[in-house]
Nanobody
């Protein structure tokens, strides 16, 4: 059973930084895509970032240049470094991974089978 556990959320002022972690158990990260999604109150869950097992990264346009996704396969952990945070970044952040390593449309939430419980990020303006 694959389990994902996010941590690192919190309250931060606009312009500040947070680093989210997602620890995986039950299988190794490689060779699977790892993704971060977020959901704000009253809004649909949206793609934020993803990283392939080869290290290719993908980002939501509004977070490019501010967020960085990375992975440490030895620690079975994925990170999301968030800088220059804005009030619009306030949401519950989830990490996710698919059951299969093949043909993953990384930006679609229905491509992912395993999800963490989420961690709250609140940015005060």
């Amino acid at each position: 059973q694959v389990q994902l556990r996010e941590s690192g959320g919190g309250l931060v002022q606009a312009g500040g930084s947070l680093r989210l972690s997602c620890a995986a158990s039950g299988r190794t990260l490689s060779p699977y895509v790892m993704g971060w999604f977020r959901q704000a109150p009253g809004k649909e869950r949206e793609f934020v970032a993803a990283i392939s097992w080869t290290g290719n990264t993908y980002y939501l346009d509004s977070v490019k240049g501010r967020f960085t996704i990375s992975r440490d396969n030895a620690k079975n952990t994925v990170f999301l470094q968030m800088n220059s945070l804005k009030a619009d970044d306030t949401a519950v952040y989830y990490c996710a991974t698919p059951r299969s390593p093949y043909s993953v449309r990384y930006y679609r939430s229905d491509s992912y089978d395993y999800w963490g419980q989420g961690t709250q990020v609140t940015v005060s303006s």
